[in-house]
């Protein structure tokens, strides 16, 4: 039968410190954590008089990826808000 490998602590000690040196691989931001981060601006571009298109080709020009669906949701969710917000005013005329 085969004698079990044995390591020294300076081997284990190596290998921790090469693990807790690594960099995490998911350190960037998905797509939709991207529309999220910027969706402040998103809404003030389309305030400003730019479209979704617009503001999706922007933010390609910068190297960001926003489908355009998102850019959309994120300024219908704006709107619905704001709309809301009238109707709760109409209501204690």
Do not use: C, F, W
């Not at 910068?62 to 969710?77: F, K």
Request: proline content about 2%; overall charge positive; cysteine-free.
């Amino acid at each position: 039968m085969a004698k079990a490998q044995r390591y020294s602590m300076e081997q284990v000690e190596a290998g921790r410190k090469k693990l807790r040196g690594l960099a995490s691989q998911k350190a960037g931001k998905t797509r939709a954590e991207v529309a999220e981060l910027l969706a402040g601006d998103i809404r003030k571009a389309a305030q400003q008089g730019y479209g979704p298109k617009e503001i999706r080709d922007i933010l390609a020009e910068a190297g960001l990826s926003v489908p355009l669906a998102r850019i959309r949701a994120l300024l219908n969710e704006e709107g619905k808000k704001e709309e809301g917000n009238d109707e709760s005013s109409l209501g204690s005329l």
